[in-house]
C-alpha cells in the first residue's frame, strides 16, 4: 500500500508537468478524505456541456465545415474588382512634378468562372456532404455526454445511498460491541460474541470508508463528465458562427 501510494504521487507530480518527488512532502501526511457536497441539484441546464472539450471541438468543426458550403456556394457568382493607376508619365525627370505630367486611369474588372460550373457544383456537393458528417459527428459527441453524464449521476447517487446505509450498519454494530461487551463484564454473555461484534463492527467501517472512497471517485467521474462542476459560469464560452 506504501508503494502505491507513493507511486500515485509520483503520478501526480508528472501529470502536472513536475518532476515526480514534487508533490511528496505535500501528499505524503494523511490527512482525512474530502467532504462530499450534500447532493447534487436536480435540473442542472445542458449549457454546462458546452465546456467539454469533445463538444466544443465537434461544435467548431461543424461551423467550419457550414461556412465552407457558403464559400463554394459563393463560386457560383461572378466577382467584381475595381482597378486603377496613378503616376507620373514623363521621360525628363525635371517634369515630374507638374500637374501635365501626372496620368491615372480606373476601370472594372468582372471574373466569372462560368465554364466550371460542373466543378463548382461538385465542390458543393462535397461540402454538403462534409457538413452533414459534421453534424452527425456533433449530435454524437452531444449524446455521448448525455450518456457520460447519466451513468457518473446514477452511480455517484447510488452509491451516496449505499454510504448511508453503511453508516446505520456501523452505529448498529457499535452498540452491539458496547452490549456484547457489557454483558461479558457482568458474566451473562461469553467473550467469543463480544470477538464477534467487534469483528462485524471493523467489517462494517471499513466497508463505510471504502464507500466513501468511491463517492468521491464517482463525483470526480461527474465533474469530469460535465467539463467542470454544476456552477454554471456568469458568462458561458461563446463560439462566433453560425449554423
Known amino acids: 500500500m506504501e508503494t502505491a501510494i507513493r507511486q500515485a504521487i509520483y503520478q501526480l507530480s508528472v501529470l502536472l508537468g513536475e518532476p515526480p518527488g514534487t508533490l511528496v512532502d505535500q501528499l505524503d501526511r494523511a490527512a482525512p478524505l474530502p467532504a462530499n457536497p450534500p447532493a447534487v441539484p436536480l435540473g442542472m441546464p445542458s449549457d ?13 468543426q461543424l461551423a467550419a465545415a457550414t461556412a465552407r458550403v457558403g464559400v463554394a456556394t459563393a463560386d457560383l457568382f461572378p466577382k467584381f474588382n475595381l482597378s486603377g493607376s496613378f503616376g507620373p508619365q514623363v521621360s525628363d525627370f525635371r517634369h515630374i512634378l507638374d500637374a501635365r505630367s501626372l496620368a491615372w486611369s480606373i476601370g472594372p474588372g468582372v471574373n466569372w468562372s462560368i465554364f466550371d460550373g460542373g466543378r463548382i457544383r461538385a465542390n458543393i456537393q462535397v461540402q454538403d456532404a462534409r457538413q452533414e458528417e459534421a453534424l452527425a459527428t456533433y449530435e454524437q459527441t452531444v449524446l455521448t455526454a448525455l450518456q457520460d453524464v447519466e451513468n457518473a449521476l446514477v452511480a455517484y447517487t447510488s452509491e451516496l445511498k449505499r454510504h448511508g446505509a453503511l453508516s446505520e450498519a456501523v452505529a448498529s454494530n457499535q452498540k452491539s460491541v458496547e452490549l456484547s461487551n457489557d454483558l461479558y463484564v457482568r458474566g451473562l454473555g461469553a467473550f467469543l460474541n463480544v470477538l464477534d461484534s467487534e ?3 471493523y467489517a462494517s467501517q471499513d466497508q463505510l470508508v471504502q464507500s466513501e472512497t468511491t463517492a468521491i471517485t464517482n463525483l470526480i467521474s461527474l465533474y469530469k463528465a460535465l467539463g467542470g462542476g454544476w456552477d454554471a459560469p456568469d458568462e458561458m464560452p461563446a463560439d462566433s458562427g453560425g449554423y
Do not use: I, Q, Y
Request: net charge positive; proline share 6%; glycine share 0%.
Open 199 to 201: 469483528r462485524n463492527l
Open 48 to 60: 454546462l456541456l458546452r465546456r467539454r472539450p469533445d463538444v466544443r471541438a465537434a461544435e467548431r
